[in-house]
C-alpha cells in the first residue's frame, strides 16, 4: 500500500520532534526549503502541518512560520 507524501513528511516531522531533533519553540524549515527538500507540494505541505497541529505536535504563527509546540 502506498503512504500518502503529506503523511510521510508528517511522520518524517513527528519523529524529529519525538527524537529531540526539533525542541519546543524551535522554528521548522520553511515552506520553500521542505518542498527542495522532500520534492513536494504547498498543498503536501500545509496537509501535513496541519494534521501536525491537530496532533497538539506544532502552533502556527500567522506571518512568522510554524513552531515545535510546547508539551501539554
Known amino acids: ?3 500518502a507524501k503529506w503523511q510521510k ?4 516531522i513527528r519523529s524529529q520532534i519525538e527524537a529531540g ?3 519546543p519553540g524551535m ?3 520553511s515552506t520553500a526549503w521542505l518542498k527542495a527538500e522532500h520534492n513536494v507540494s504547498d498543498s503536501v505541505i500545509r496537509y501535513a502541518m496541519h494534521v501536525l497541529r ?3 505536535l ?3 504563527v500567522h506571518g512568522v512560520g510554524v513552531f515545535v509546540a510546547e508539551p501539554e
Open 1 to 3: 500500500m502506498r503512504v
Open 9 to 12: 513528511l508528517a511522520e518524517h
Open 54 to 56: 491537530v496532533e497538539g
Open 27 to 29: 522554528k521548522l524549515p
Open 21 to 23: 531533533e526539533l525542541k
Open 58 to 60: 506544532v502552533e502556527s
